[in-house]
């Protein structure tokens, strides 16, 4: 029976499901990434590293809610966080108390973050991460990396599929007009070259430290290094996307980790515990260009923070009992993520060659990705690497059903590690990822 074919068979509920919702929703979805060919398969429940489908199925997740849940499905703390917020009431649209104590945890975690406004999604946060530098400098040029993915803002929503170039649909205004430019990530002389060509005018640089959706690829160090070299010297503000990384390699950023200090950092997922959250902040003089007291008639501050949601109680109290639990865990919790991840990687490359399938795994810690290459060359650095060298196209059709068959459910061929994810289900993953990859084999040309 074909990967496709076996998953039908497995998954009836889940099938009737997806009819129903594609007479109501485009495509069946209300995020692109959660549809996939011939269904998706409909959840009913998770906890730990694990859910089950609305067909009685039970798969280890490696999405882990978009990589948000380090510490597990249905982590007890934030269960009983959330239980004891729900008593108070789930949302006041006012200030609350739990705001102060979250934003020290975080100031404390990431020390270049003096000030920081809080917000429901990643998407707002870097959104108004743009228009602070936008703001703070009054020129009205950003660059992003080609590959990033910030969420899908107006600003930002450029060359974030392969081939990398351009706005990402129509209905999108077109680069120039909406004041964009694009960098090559890892690439010291192109980047140089878009910075010299917009000398003066930018406003800010904005980059994931590790590429997170374009392939799970770490900055070279020395690359972080230029970039904040550029930004003083042309004046404009570095602003880091740590939506991803922040608090998934370390308690606080990966910019700290690497030395390299950025003016704005924009965090999300993992400090949400799985509740809806984004945070921007950093540099206090930038932060107060939207403080609403400072600017007197006419002058007007810098709009940033909408939402009828933001700083919510339950948002507070996830994200609070996430951050202890992440603290009180300590090192240990990301040495062992680390280990864990560093074997996945290797034993699914390991698992792939002995199938005869080549394919590469990037990624860092606890995040991975893996690619089916076209050919010999396994350097894999930036997204233009997986354009031309991988066939991107197989990681979220033939292989996210051939491991679903398998029990695993991944997104772009990979995910995440939690601390649940043990010793055990690393055991259970790679037998997964071999079985896949034999079934890769039997079903398409390598
Ligand atoms: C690096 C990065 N930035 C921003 C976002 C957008 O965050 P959200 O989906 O919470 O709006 C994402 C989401 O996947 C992301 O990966």
Same mark, same amino acid.
């Given at each position: ?104 945890? *975080? ?98 640089? *904005?980059?994931? !430290? ?32 740590? *939506? ?32 809806? *959250? ?19 008639? !006419? ?148």
């Amino acid at each position: 029976m074909s990967i496709f074919e076996t998953y039908r068979n497995a998954t009836p509920r889940s099938a009737e499901l997806y009819r129903d919702a594609s007479a109501l929703f485009p495509g069946g979805v209300s995020h692109n990434l959660r549809r996939f060919f011939p269904h998706p398969v409909y959840p009913r429940a998770a906890a730990g590293a694990r859910f089950t489908d609305v067909d009685g199925h039970t798969y280890l997740d490696l999405w882990m809610g978009h990589y948000a849940l380090i510490l597990g499905h249905a982590f007890p703390a934030v269960r009983a966080a959330l239980a004891a917020a729900l008593d108070g009431g789930w949302h006041w649209g006012m200030v609350a108390p739990a705001q102060v104590e979250l934003a020290r945890r *975080i100031c404390d975690a990431v020390p270049s973050m003096e000030e920081l406004r809080i917000c429901s999604t990643g998407t707002e946060a870097t959104m108004y991460a743009v228009r602070l530098a936008r703001g703070f400098t009054g020129r009205p040029v950003v660059l992003k990396a080609a590959g990033g993915w910030h969420g899908a803002s107006s600003d930002l929503s450029f060359a974030v599929k392969s081939p990398f170039q351009g706005a990402e649909g129509p209905g999108l205004l077109t680069q120039r007009e909406q004041g964009v430019d694009l960098i090559s990530f890892n690439d010291p002389e192109a980047t140089l070259r878009v910075v010299e060509a917009h000398r003066g005018k930018i406003a800010g640089i *904005i980059v994931e !430290p590790m590429i997170g959706a374009g392939g799970f690829l770490p900055a070279d160090r020395a690359y972080l290094a230029l970039l904040r070299e550029v930004c003083d010297e042309q004046g404009a503000v570095l602003i880091f996307d740590e *939506i991803i990384t922040g608090f998934r390699f370390r308690y606080g950023t990966l910019a700290d980790a690497y030395g390299v200090t950025p003016d704005l950092t924009a965090l999300g997922k993992v400090v949400g515990g799985g509740l809806p *959250i984004g945070v921007y902040g950093g540099r206090r003089e930038i932060m107060e260009v939207a403080n609403p007291a400072l600017a007197a008639p !006419p002058d007007r501050p810098v709009l940033v923070g909408g939402g009828t949601f933001s700083c919510n109680p339950l948002s507070l109290a996830g994200a609070i009992a996430t951050l202890d639990g992440l603290k009180e865990r300590g090192e240990a919790l990301y040495t062992d993520l680390e280990r864990r991840g560093a074997a996945l990687r290797q034993g699914v490359e390991e698992r792939f060659a002995a199938a005869g399938v080549p394919a590469v795994c990037t990624g860092k810690g606890s995040l991975f990705m893996t690619h089916l290459l076209k050919g010999e060359d396994r350097g894999i650095a930036s997204p233009a690497d997986i354009a031309v060298k991988t066939r991107a196209e197989i990681k979220d059709r033939e292989l996210r059903v051939a491991l679903l068959n398998h029990g695993v459910f991944a997104v772009h061929g990979g995910g995440s590690l939690s601390s649940e994810h043990g010793d055990s289900e690393l055991v259970a993953l790679l037998d997964a990822y071999a079985a896949a990859a034999v079934d890769l084999k039997g079903e398409l040309k390598f």
